[in-house]
């Protein structure tokens, strides 16, 4: 996607207010005036707008003209900010206790179209068989084939076991994933309004939001969106409830169809905006040659379906991945080792994430999830 939100141009006529509704929305009705007008919300009214829109007796109508006004004037980072806050109150706690003070997540917004192997989730198994603990949060795929879930699914890690489950998966594989579905109901109600808004092509925040929202709230991030224009959005919000290091990140791309991907690679230069502890005053630019690794081929990158995906697996584990892909990998995952402490340098993290692959540390671990899974 360009480096700019672009949508429909008819996609903004706005419907009209269920009656039905009125008396239960008056917050709803009035912020989506003052948003047409081009005015930003305060705090106070978007929590309450944020509410309104998790309620089954609101209708779809007022939740998509709400939506939709505020995806045409734009979040500012203050409204973006509001939403992480309240959606993370909203979500189940895992009750996974001090452990989230210590572990990371890596994952993307998805929405770039790359139809790309599920890199973020093969480097999160990478960094957990280094000890490292991993609090991976995600979803089925909406945009591609083979989604995070699915992966994780079928190297034997359950979507829907218990907390008690979880807890003890985090212990003894220093892993767990937490399926946003079962940690967040409130978005059971804005599921429908979605759906409409995706048919008109409209971009809005819940576009952007899944990857700021884990409800462990793990102190570490590696994060990756699909347009660079809302990495210091994202960054800034994630610095304000609570991340302690981390980096938002954009891979741009030399591709027909695709001209950014929601992660690091070698296939092109990288926009890098840091939080936390790797704070950085504004975006950088890094080449692949700040982790000692040439440009590479984006076709490398391609993934398919769940089988195929599980093939590209086998390649990367086994030393017969694609070059650029293999770069690709290790370029997450040596950032990830950075972002967490674990290494010193992304030289270093280059270094490690090599070993884990070629003496077999990552087989074996993979090996230990389906032995304790079964």
Known sequence: MGSTRKYVAQAYNYPQTSKSSMNDTSQLSASSKKLKSNQNLSQGELTDCIQEITKESVSLIDKKDFLKSLAKKGETEEE???FVREFRKLSIDPELGDITNRAIDLCGTGGDRA?????????????????VP??????????????????IEAIGIPINPTKEKIREGLKELGYCFLFAPHFHPSFKHIGPVRKELAKESIITIFNLLGPTINPAKPAYQLLGVFDEFHMQKIGNSLSANGVRSGLVVHGLVSNEEVRGVDELTNCGDNRIFGIGEKSTSMK???TPSKWSQNYGSFSDLTGGSLNENLEIMKKLLSGNAPDALLATVLINASTAFWIYGRCQSLEEGIELSQSLLTNGTLQRWINKVSDFYK
């Not at 480097?123 to 068989?129: C, D, I, P, R, T």
């Not at 991993?134 to 992966?151: E, F, P, T």
């Open 134 to 151: 991993v609090i991976k949060h995600g979803n089925r795929s909406v945009s591609s084939k083979c989604g995070s879930a699915d992966l």
């Open 80 to 82: 973006f900010e509001v």
């Open 284 to 286: 950088e630019t890094w």
């Open 115 to 131: 139809h790309s192997f599920n890199i973020s989730t093969f480097v999160s198994f990478l960094v957990a068989s280094a000890g």
